[in-house]
């Protein structure tokens, strides 16, 4: 009688080895498409409404839209218009609408479908502007009601850009209302104040002109952490 052939084991068990080996790669790689797929959809399953309170010009309303789009990726819904509301209304130095109460109404009345909302406004508004120990900077008198091109929280559901201090110089407003909103909306989604000068999340420093240098767009390192 002859042996049996003891080498159809090991053979048989190199082969499902192979085999399982395989599977598993296939479906590690099915996963990984499904998490690429998820995260490269995930801007563009954004929705960002832009919320006109008062009177607001419409053809800025498109505009913005079209920007908004092109440099998020987002999808951007136009909401019906609202008064202002009363309670922000301050009279300290000038007429003024504060901010940051501006901001806490917006995410109270913010749509479910809505991931982001900007106010747009075309009065002046205001806030307390605070150093790095969050106290009042000095001096008191000149920060306490200090006037803004807009505001946005650090993340937040909510950001406002006011058209009021910039109106006047016409060849220039429509980019700096762009640049203004889509920096508000860069903080509202995490980013903080980008050292690239060039890049549109760098800080306006208190001037109008910091603005007018930066380009309407993201830097790559500001990209790739809302990527």
Known sequence: MFPRNQGHKPATALILTVIQHNLFLRKLLQISI???????????????GIQPLGQFDKSL???LQTTIKKVYNFKVSVLKSKEIPKSTFINIKTPRYRADKILKILKAEKPDSINHVLGLISKDISTTKKDKWGNTKKPEKKYEDWGIFGLGYRPGASCVVSSYRYKNNK?????????IC???????LGLKHCPNEDCVMRDAAESIKTI????LSLCNECRLKID
Do not use: P
């Open 61 to 63: 309303i498109d505009t």
């Open 212 to 215: 007018d240098l930066v380009k």
């Open 171 to 179: 060849l220039k407003f429509i980019d700096r209302f762009k640049k």
């Open 34 to 48: 499904i998490i690429l797929c998820l995260s490269c959809s995930d801007n563009s399953e954004k929705n960002i």
């Open 182 to 188: 889509v920096h508000e909306i860069g903080h509202n």
